[in-house]
Every structure is written in C-alpha cells, then in structure tokens.
C-alpha cells in the first residue's frame, strides 16, 4: 500500500468518524427533547468542541494532500468534495448544540405537546446525512440524487410541525416561548436535512464534474 | 541445454580461431619461400646469360637466335634493355618487332636495376597473357638484363597445398568439434542436471528426482540439496498441518480473530467476522478498504486505535469486547459479540433491583407496624387491631410475592419436553373461581368454560386464569369483568375481558416482563406481586401457545392465551418426558 492510498484512507475514516459525531449528536439532542433530559443535551454541547477538532484536522489533512500529492480528476475532486463536506457537517454540529440549548430552556417547563413528527423528522434527517456520506465513500451518484429527493419529505414535516406549533399557541396562550423553541428547533433540523442535499450536490459534482447546485428540481 | 552450448561455444571457438589462423599463417609462408626459391633460382640465370651477353652483341642477330632458342625450350624470357628504357632484344619478341616495342623505363624491376643495380617484380605480363615473375640487373655496359619466368610453379604449388590444407584443415576442425562436444558435455551434465533438481524444488513438484553423479564434488553437492530439501519438506508438511489445524481452530471459533499488519491491512480473518459483520474480509486488503458503512468504519477505527488492551465497543445495539494483542509489527484482534451477556447482566440487576424492592415494601410494612406495637404497649385496641391487620395484609403479600417467585421458578424447570397425562374438564375450573370470586365482592365475574376435557394441567390453567382475571379486577375501572374458556383442534384459547382504560400500545409486550407495571402510582395503589402476567407468558411458552394483549370491543383490553395442549403420546411419545398429572 503507497503513501496515497493510505492518506485517502485516513480522510476515510476521519471523515467517518465526524459523520457519526455529528448524527450521535443530532440523536442525543432530539432524545434528550423526549426524555427531558437535561443531561444529556449539556454533552451534545460539550461535544461540539470535538466536531471542531476533527473540522480541523480534516482540512489541514486534504490540505496536506493537496499540497504534497497533486491529486487529478476524481482524485482532486474528492479531496476538495471533503473540504466542503467538513464545513456542512461542523455546521450541523452548530445546530445540535442550538438544538440541546433550546431543549435545557424547554426542561425547565412542563410539556408543550406530545411529540410525534419531530422524532420521525429527526429521525429522517439523521438517515439523510448517514446516507449522504456513505454515498460519498461509495462515489455512488444515483444514491445521492435520490437522497436530494428526500429533503422534500424533511421539508413536510417543518411545514407541518410548524402548522401545528402556530395553532397550539394560539390556543395555549402564555406557552409562546417554548412553542418558538420547538419552532427553533424544527428549523434547526430542517436545516439539517438541507445541509445533506448540499454534501449529495458536491457528490454530484465529484462524480460527474458537473455542479447541479441551485437547480436541483430539474433532477426531478 | 543452453549451459551445454554455452561450454561447447567456449571450448570451440577458441580452438577454431586458432586452427583457422595456423593454416593461413603456413600457406602464406609456404607461398612466399617458393616464391623466393624461384627468385634466386633467376638470379643464378641472370649469372648464366650475363656471361653469355658478355661475350657477344646483344644487339646481333646471332645472339638474338640463340637467346630466342633458349626461351624456346626453357620458358624464359630475355630482354636487355638501355638506360633510356629501349629495348635492345627481346627473346620472346620477333627480331624484326624489337624496335617497335614500347619504353620499358617505367616497368618496375627496370627502374630499380636502373637507379639501384638490381630489382624484381611480378605481375601480369600482357605480351605473353600469364603472370610474371621479372628480375633486372645492370650489365657492367650500364644496359639492363632482364630475365621474366612463369610463376606457373608458384600458381601450381599454391594450388597444390590449398588441396592439401582444406582436407587437413576439415579433418582438424572435426576433431575439434567432437573433443568439444565431448568436454562441453562432460562438464554442463553435472551442471544441468543440478539445474534441473533446483527448477524442480522451486516449480514446487511433489516429487522430486536427484540424479546419481559420478563425480564426487557433485554427488556431494547433490547429498547436501537432497537433505536440505527433505528437511525443508518435512518442514513444510509440519507447518501445513499446524497451518491447517489452526485454520479449523479459527472457524470454529465463536468469536472473531483478525491478524492485521502495521497499516491495517487483513493478514487473517476467520470466518466469524464475516458472518458478525456482513463483509468480506479479504486478506492483503485495508481494513478501512472493506466497507463504506460509517458506523462498521468508525468501529474499526476505535479497535485499531487499541494498543495491546481490552475494550468494550458498540456497534448499531451490538456490543463487543475486543481484545487486542500486538504481536511485532502485527495485531492480533480478538472480538467477541457479548450483548445477550450484556442485555442479561442488565436484566439481571434490574430484577435483583424489582425483587428486593418488592420485598422490602412489605417487609418495611410488617416491621414498622410490629416495632410500634412493641414500644407501645398502652395502644388502644382498637388501634392493635388496625395494626394487625395491616402486619397479616403485608405477610400475605409477602407470602403472595415468594409464592409466585417459586411457582416461576417451578415453570422454568419444567422444561420444554412434558406432557400431561390427564385431561381435565375447563368448566370445573371455572365453577371453582366463580365460587372464589364470588366471596371476594370485587368486581362482576362472568367465566364461561368448555366442558370438553382438555390436556391441560389444572393447576396451570387455574394460574392462568386466576392471574388475568386478578389483574383485570386491580387495574380495570370497570365493575365487570369477563373470561372464557374454548378448546378447538388441540388448542386452548383463554379470553379475559375488562372495561379499560387500553393499555397503551407501547407498554403491550412489557407488561408481561418480570415486575413491570403500567404505572408505579397504580401499582402502589394495588397491592401486585408484578409477577402475574410473567407467569401467564411462562406457561404460554410452555404450552408452545402465545400471551398478548389487544383491545377489545367494549374500548378495554382483550388478555388472550393460546395454549397446545400435550397429551401424553400425541404431542411427544418421549417415555423420558416430564408428566404432569392433571
């Protein structure tokens, strides 16, 4: 085994090992909505810190791999796919600590609601950034434009989550601050899903050398 | 083969070249003394008719007569020729044609005998068409004598020893070319015939042949390989079989084994890790290499991070205790799939915690009551009485809980293998519990039973059937409570009706573990075991049957059992089964 081979497979298993960070994260965060667990959400804050060592890690790697290897075509495409997948993912990190941040305000007062979209969507979204990078592992194009399509089924659980939310503070009223918070914490993993479409693009493009961003609706 | 050539090459180009080269040299000498014998054979000639010449007139004609009969009969020429090049006779020339004849100055041997007395040459005469051989030398009256002879004896003596040479020169190369042959073989048959044991041992042939050898060195040489080799063979089989016991050994095993080099790359995976992990662990491939799936990556990630140490890793709810061992510059991974041990050491102090604490609440009871009563003996009666009553309500829960601990116990040891031998008849079950439950004033009871006979144990039918309808009348707000009893094609169906509220759907499969209760609050309030269900889903498995709950028309819950019954010789004719006598 070269040199080479060996770099690509530590940006391999960095990249692995970031990806799962940010999913346990994003996990913990919803779980600890659910289970009221205060605890719990004050870690997913504790470990974005080491989301933003393994961002920079990753890019002083590919950076190091691009400085002393030169990679070609696809090869050069991966690596600068890696650079913009790093910056996705440590911002999903960002929006996990967001989430748990919110959950330990919500914690501190009974329950607005019972929850049943938001797991499913949270749950959706986790699969979403999953598949995303194993599609990149994969080089696997048709496993990231279907992932692209399922941002839509992401985007009807915020449209519906967010309905209900605005109906229950109308009803409920004096609750306004923590029905803002789930609506914070919808849109968190909203943006979540969309950072995954964004990482499917860049695969996209490091397939086929073509950039499909802003007009991923013709793929449809 | 190419060693013999190569030997034969060796020997006999030399000896060729240098075959070649004697032969040339000798020819060349032999030409060049007839030459020089021919030579001097003229000079001595040229003494004769110098004399001759010195006693008449060249130019006479008499002279000329007897120097043209002298070329008659001896083929030599005689020319005298003057200083100026003209040619004074000519022997060879007709008397007359002298004068027309050319300058001779500039003929070679003519110069020479001119400018330094005497000189000769050879070549091509054009007057007599044939090769030449002239030799000139001045006469004391400054005119040149010139004698010319055929060089037919050299041409014939040339012609001679060329016949010779080649038969003599062909003969030799022959015996050349078989003394090379000859020691080409002798020397690259010990040579070829290593080369050919060797080629063997390296093409990995079972059976190898070693060749005798005459000569002592090689056959010495050859003893020493034939003993390596067995050696090495006898090796190689050890370590095959070693090899092959190992490889049983690993398969066999029931965790995984992994041998990776310094970068991570498979040396050895046995069979388990395939199966455990759903990839193919290829050896010479990087174990990052073998699967795109983050959580597998991330999990070989943290085991290769080990450093001769033991670890417990996760992997999507499975748990593994890894071992790793560094070997030189190699890892050995021990892995081992413990999450039943896991999920059972969990199970195990969560019921060690549910056994003891529902032991403790009465125990806590009976003991608090009993310790007032006996530091205040001036209690009014009445109030002993309530006191009382509460010790005997406790030691009956107590009594109730260890009851349904050992009748648990009991079912687990029953085994799978039993049968009943005697049926029994579910309607007299049922006049029993409605006689029960009709003192007790709970709830209304409805029990309608089958009288057919079934081959159930009465004692397990009763238990059934007690513990649901004594969990319907605790936990049901509703004043009636329903059960039946049906038996169709060797199944027993055991229906128990409430009026609710539902349990909710994600508490169904729960309720039946070991002191899980719906609410805690509830079930303070009702004094359970938290044993009941438990025990009905035992004696479902028993009866290979089922245990659920669903909900009923009535917006209640639905408790049924299904149970198969075993009678003796019709479910298993085993005469080594367990009986239970109805």
Redesign the interface.
């Known amino acids: 085994?070269d040199k080479v081979?060996?770099e690509y497979?530590q940006l391999?298993?960095l990249l692995?090992?970031m990806?799962?960070e940010v999913?346990s994260m994003l996990q913990d965060s919803t779980t600890a909505l659910f289970s009221r667990d205060s605890e719990l959400a004050q870690s997913v804050i504790a470990r974005d810190d080491n989301v933003d060592r393994l961002d920079t890690c990753i890019d002083e790697h590919c950076l190091k791999m691009l400085a002393l290897y030169e990679p070609k075509a696809i090869d050069l495409r991966f690596v600068v796919t890696a650079l913009r997948i790093i910056v996705d993912l440590e911002r999903v990190g960002d929006h996990c600590t967001n989430i748990a941040k919110e959950v330990i305000a919500l914690n501190q007062a009974p329950p607005v609601k019972p929850y049943i979209d938001l797991p499913k969507m949270a749950e959706h979204t986790i699969a979403m950034i999953?598949d995303a990078?194993?599609a990149y592992?994969?080089k696997d194009l048709a496993a990231a434009v279907e992932i692209i399509k399922r941002d839509d089924v992401v985007d009807q659980y915020d449209s519906k989550i967010n309905k209900e939310l605005i109906g229950y503070m109308n009803q409920e009223l004096g609750n306004e601050r923590n029905v803002v918070s789930l609506m914070f914490i919808t849109r968190s993993i909203e943006r979540i899903a969309d950072y995954a479409t964004n990482i499917c693009e860049m695969i996209y493009f490091m397939v086929s050398g073509e950039v499909i961003r802003h007009r991923t609706r013709s793929l449809e | 083969m190419r060693s013999f050539v190569k030997v034969f090459l060796v020997l006999f180009i030399p000896l060729f070249i240098a075959l070649t080269l004697t032969f040339y040299f000798a020819y060349d000498t032999t030409t060049a003394n007839a030459r020089q014998e021919l030579l001097q054979e003229m000079k001595n000639k040229w003494v004769i008719v110098a004399q001759l010449l010195h006693d008449n007139d060249p130019v006479a004609s008499s002279t000329y007569a007897r120097l043209a009969d002298i070329t008659r009969r001896t083929f030599l020429r005689i020319s005298v020729i003057d200083t100026s090049g003209r040619v004074l006779t000519d022997s060879l020339v007709g008397y007359d044609d002298i004068a027309a004849m050319e300058n001779h100055k500039g003929r070679p041997e003519v110069k020479a005998a001119i400018y330094y007395g005497e000189g000769f040459s050879s070549r091509y005469s054009s007057t007599v068409k044939m090769p030449m051989l002239y030799f000139a030398r001045k006469l004391d009256d400054n005119t040149v004598l010139r004698l010319a002879y055929p060089e037919t004896y050299v041409a014939a003596l040339q012609q001679k020893l060329t016949r010779h040479a080649m038969g003599g020169f062909a003969a030799l190369t022959l015996v050349v070319l078989l003394l090379a042959l000859y020691f080409a073989g002798k020397v690259s048959l010990p040579v070829q015939r290593l080369y050919y044991i060797a080629e063997a041992i390296e093409s990995g042939r079972e059976h190898v042949h070693f060749p005798r050898f005459k000569d002592k060195a090689m056959a010495r040489v050859a003893g020493l390989i034939y003993r390596i080799y067995t050696a090495l063979q006898r090796k190689n089989y050890e370590l095959e079989r070693d090899r092959k016991k190992l490889n049983h050994i690993f398969t066999t095993m029931d965790q995984g084994v992994l041998l990776l080099d310094g970068?991570?790359?498979i040396l050895h995976a046995n069979p388990w890790l395939e199966q455990e992990f759903g990839v193919t662990f290829t050896p010479g491939t990087?174990l990052?290499?073998i699967s795109?799936?983050?959580?597998l990556?991330?999990f070989?990630?943290t085991m290769a991070a080990q450093r001769d140490e033991y670890a417990r890793i996760t992997l999507k709810q499975r748990v593994f205790d890894c071992n790793v061992r560094q070997v030189e510059d190699q890892k050995l991974v021990l892995l081992r799939n413990v999450t039943r041990q896991v999920e059972y050491e969990v199970f195990k102090a969560e019921l060690t915690g549910n056994i003891s604490h529902e032991l403790k609440t009465p125990l806590a009871m009976i003991m608090g009551y009993a310790e007032t009563l006996r530091d205040n003996p001036a209690i009014s009666a009445q109030q002993r009485q309530h006191f009382l009553d509460n010790i005997y309500i406790s030691s009956q829960r107590l009594n109730n809980l260890i009851n349904d601990v050992i009748e648990l116990h009991k079912l687990e040891s029953v085994g799978d293998n039993f049968t009943v031998s005697h049926s029994v008849v579910p309607e007299d079950i049922a006049a029993e519990l409605r006689a029960f439950y009709a003192d007790s004033g709970a709830a209304k009871l409805t029990i309608t039973a089958t009288d057919t006979p079934v081959f159930i144990s009465a004692e397990h039918l009763r238990s059934v059937l007690t513990n649901l309808i004594d969990n319907a009348i605790k936990y049901s707000d509703s004043a009636v409570v329903s059960a039946s009893v049906s038996a169709d094609d060797g199944m027993v169906s055991i229906t128990v009706d409430d009026g609710g509220p539902p349990i909710e759907e994600s508490q169904r499969q729960r309720i039946f573990e070991r002191f899980y209760t719906c609410s805690r609050s509830r079930n303070k309030q009702h004094s359970g075991t938290g044993l009941g269900l438990s025990i009905v889903k035992h004696i479902a498995s028993l009866y290979r049957g089922s245990a659920g709950v669903e909900t009923n028309s009535a917006g209640g819950n639905r408790f049924y059992v299904k149970l198969c019954q075993r009678r003796r010789g019709k479910t298993s004719a085993k005469t080594s089964d367990r009986q239970i006598s109805a």
């Open positions: 085994m081979d060996k497979l391999k298993t692995a090992s990806c799962q999913t999953e990078i194993t592992f994969n | 970068d991570n790359v990087n990052f290499d795109n799936d983050i959580p990556i991330n070989f990630s």
